[in-house]
């Protein structure tokens, strides 16, 4: 789990960023492994120097990422067991984007860890936060039923599974209105910021792109990295618990569109690539 921390506290459009993207979108359709000069090939088509993007090399596999592994002579790049566990989850979020409706369920997370563990207590929350779920108050969290899973993977992760209780309820009864209590439990306004600020970004995209090219490439790599942090973020809450500008429903066409029309260009240009 500390592994996906890493990825979400990359900035997007950074080399570090950029190149775990090209990693999560490439690297496991490649045998799990990658000629060095492959990879650097691919972020010079991102306009990443040969040094700079061995330096990221160098962080992520610190990180335990990638690690370096020869292939009949080639130096290279393979993935970790744990990278490759932490982007099949990542490919789950990433390309299908939550979005509940009024029938759903919901899962409230309650926990009371004491100051002994308080640091523990910070993880608990940062990763809750980091996977979408809101904050009712300091002990009592809620997600989408559909998290759970991940809820129960972050407190087995911690030690912390026999202080929490999980409750799956229909929809909570709040006081006022439920555009008012999901605005109180998440930031709506940075998720909001978010998809806008992709929008702004990838939204003047041809439709399609001009075949297998470095500039179909680096303009999908340069809009996944923009984009594969906001369905960790956003909770894909039903539209009554919205407000009336929302973006999201725009943000997620948008992705849908480039996906569809730039995957196939991107893929090929890589093949060609590692290919010569």
Known sequence: MSAVLDDMDSRPGSTTSLLRTVIGLYLRG????MPTTGLLA???????????????????????????????????????DGAAAMLARGDRRIFNPRSMSAAD?????????????????HQLRRRLHWIGCGTVAAGLWICPDPLRGEVEEILDDLSLRGMATLFVTDTPLVGGSMQDA??????????????RDFIRHCGGLP???????????????????????????????PEGFLPGDWPGTEGI????????????????????????
């Open 30 to 33: 490649t045998g799990g492994w």
């Open 42 to 80: 691919l972020m010079g088509a991102l306009d990443v120097d040969g040094p700079v993007a061995r330096t990221a090399l160098s962080r992520l596999k610190k990180k335990e990422i990638v690690l370096p592994a020869a292939r009949d002579g080639v130096a290279g790049f393979g993935i970790t």
């Open 105 to 121: 369920r919901w899962c409230l997370v309650s926990f009371s860890i004491p100051e002994t563990e308080r640091e523990k207590r």
């Open 182 to 195: 999901a605005a109180s439990w998440w930031d709506l306004d940075a998720v909001a910021g978010l998809h």
């Open 207 to 237: 439709a399609a792109p001009a075949g297998a090219s470095a500039d179909a490439f680096a303009a999908y790599v340069r809009c996944i990295d923009r984009w594969r942090i906001i369905p960790y973020l956003d909770p894909g809450l």
């Open 253 to 276: 066409a948008l992705f849908q569109r480039i996906l569809a029309a730039y995957a196939d260009p991107s893929a090929g240009f890589v093949k060609a690539t590692l290919g010569e």
